[in-house]
């Protein structure tokens, strides 16, 4: 074997920053040992891994096509010296979740993985599903929990569990005293929506096929809470997962509101890149999400 752990690491760091400082400060390393060691790999090979833009350093083709075999193999190594060292046998990890399942799901798993894994660290990145999706896809997240549908060439969606999207409204609306809503009530209604790129936006305009552009929708927020405050305040109606608003409904600020003829299910899934190493860490953290009740 003629590189050399260190040299994949720096090779690695440099691909995530695109810079050979930056990538000598996330190893704690000097810049001239982490150059050194980056052109030692390259010129053993007779290789180019990187393209020199400027003061960037840019993946090329072949860096691109190695870069999930290096991921895995200091994946492993690292999972090796965890072993060796006797200190967890899953260690730690970053998570990324989308904000429905960040907010309300996913800090439980954490409690839960760090109990059990005492030792071990989970950074969790709560974003939507298109910034999450990209950030797996480069390496940044070892797994993630999104809820919007996806189709990535590098990506592996797996299905999780199921939920729904529930229609909404303050008590003081003139909705909530309906039974149920038809599609004439759905045009008639002021909605407040999440934003585009969100797994329950793409939900939202999935189920209201065909009445879409005949929606009024104020300007989009980002944020669960904003949207749950808003629709308190009477500036409209609104459709999020159940998982979020069943406090609402208990304690009466939120009215559930019946809409038969339109499909709201969906899954959660659960998001990896398919060529990165499935480490003890990230099997114990499946197994605790498929545990959930």
């Known amino acids: 074997m003629r590189f ?61 096509a190695i870069r999930p075999q290096a991921e895995a193999l200091v994946a492993r190594a690292r999972e090796l010296d965890l072993a060796l060292s006797r200190q967890v046998d899953a260690g730690d990890l970053r998570v990324g979740a989308t904000l429905t399942i960040g907010n309300y799901l996913a800090v439980g798993i954490m409690a839960r993985y760090m109990a059990a894994h005492p030792g071990a660290h989970v950074k969790l990145d709560v974003e939507n599903t298109a910034h999450i999706a990209r950030k797996v896809a480069n390496f940044e997240l070892d797994l993630a929990m999104v809820e919007g549908e996806l189709t990535h060439p590098d990506l592996e969606v797996i299905e999780w569990r199921d939920d729904e999207l529930t229609v909404f409204c303050a008590p003081s609306h003139p909705y909530a005293k309906k039974k149920q809503l038809s599609d004439a009530d759905l045009r008639a209604a002021t909605w407040l929506v999440r934003e585009e790129g969100s797994g329950t936006r793409q939900s939202f305009d999935r189920a209201m096929h065909g009445l879409l552009p005949h929606l009024h929708l104020l300007p989009e927020l980002q944020h669960t809470e904003a949207i749950k405050r808003a629709v308190e305040a009477g500036l409209g109606i609104s459709c999020l997962s159940r998982v979020t608003l069943e406090d609402a409904f208990r304690r009466g600020s939120l009215v559930p509101l019946a809409v038969p003829q339109r499909d709201f299910k969906r899954k959660f899934y659960f998001l990896l890149h398919r060529g990165k190493y499935r480490s003890a860490g990230v099997q114990a953290w499946l197994g605790l999400c498929r545990d959930m009740p």
């Open 4 to 64: 050399t752990l260190r040299q994949l690491e720096v090779f690695l760091a440099t691909a995530h920053a695109e810079n050979i400082s930056r990538a000598a400060e996330a190893l704690a390393v000097s810049q001239s040992a982490a150059s050194g060691a980056l052109k030692e790999l390259e010129d053993r090979y007779g290789v180019q891994l990187f393209d020199r833009v400027g003061k960037r350093l840019q993946l090329n083709d072949f860096g691109r």
